[in-house]
């Protein structure tokens, strides 16, 4: 891992850590990356790192850290999964969207960061990531197999938003998949990919539904639209 734990403030008091990782520059956009339900564990620094390596400024917050700051989970265990499952079905989602303005906030303020700023997320924070398009200041937005996002496609989008969407996601039915191309198919802010045949989490190195050609696409994708709205 080449990034660093840093320490960000919540709006309404207290703190949690984030990991943030450098662009070999030291100099670029911001890109707050969002966990999935297992915390900011190796894959999450990794993918920081990664984007990092693609010439962004980094940051993964522990959204978590109301219910249980600093865990690390993985898919390996039932019990694991269980432990992730009780961590998301107690996750707040409105406090969740301000800890992640307060980390765009705090990304703005890293030496070296441009000041534009998106974010991207996975699974749970594939939800959050569109939600970063409706509620916060973030400037663009990616997501990842999205959770739950007929929930919130009514919300006015403030900022371009990308949806990598699995046709064959075990937690998105197929009703949801069209519920979300119905409310966002012709909204020039919204882009939306389907992955024939991909599962949940097919982005997931190590993960059982990993595949390497639709992740590849999916990041290239996401770095080519990042590209055209952050820089």
């Not at 599962?199 to 999916?218: E, I, N, P, Q, T």
Request: negative net charge.
């Amino acid at each position: 891992m080449s990034g660093k734990e840093i320490t960000i403030q919540a709006s309404d008091g207290g703190s949690f850590m984030g990991y943030l990782a450098m662009p070999e520059s030291g100099t670029g956009p911001g890109v707050v990356v969002i966990q999935e339900i297992f915390g900011v564990n190796a894959v999450m620094r990794e993918i920081t790192d990664s984007w990092a390596a693609a010439g962004y400024v980094a940051l993964c917050p522990d959204i978590f850290w109301r219910q249980e700051p600093g865990i690390q989970l993985t898919d390996q265990t039932e019990a694991e999964w269980a432990r992730a499952f009780e961590l998301f079905n107690g996750f707040d989602l409105d406090k969740g969207v301000d800890d992640l303005e307060a980390t765009a906030q705090a990304l703005r303020g890293v030496e070296g960061c441009t000041g534009k700023v998106g974010s991207v997320g996975f699974c749970l924070g594939g939800r959050l990531a569109f939600l970063t398009a409706t509620r916060t200041s973030i400037d663009a937005a990616v997501g990842y197999y999205g959770v739950m996002l007929p929930e919130h496609t009514g919300e006015e989008l403030k900022a371009p938003v990308l949806l990598h969407i699995p046709t064959e996601d075990e937690f998105v039915p197929k009703d949801q998949q069209a519920a979300v191309h119905a409310a966002l198919d012709g909204n020039p802010k919204a882009t939306l990919y389907d992955y024939e045949g991909q599962d949940h989490a097919f982005a997931r190195v190590g993960g059982k539904h990993y595949d390497k050609a639709s992740a590849d696409l999916a990041l290239q994708r996401s770095l080519d639209f990042f590209k055209s709205t952050i820089g």
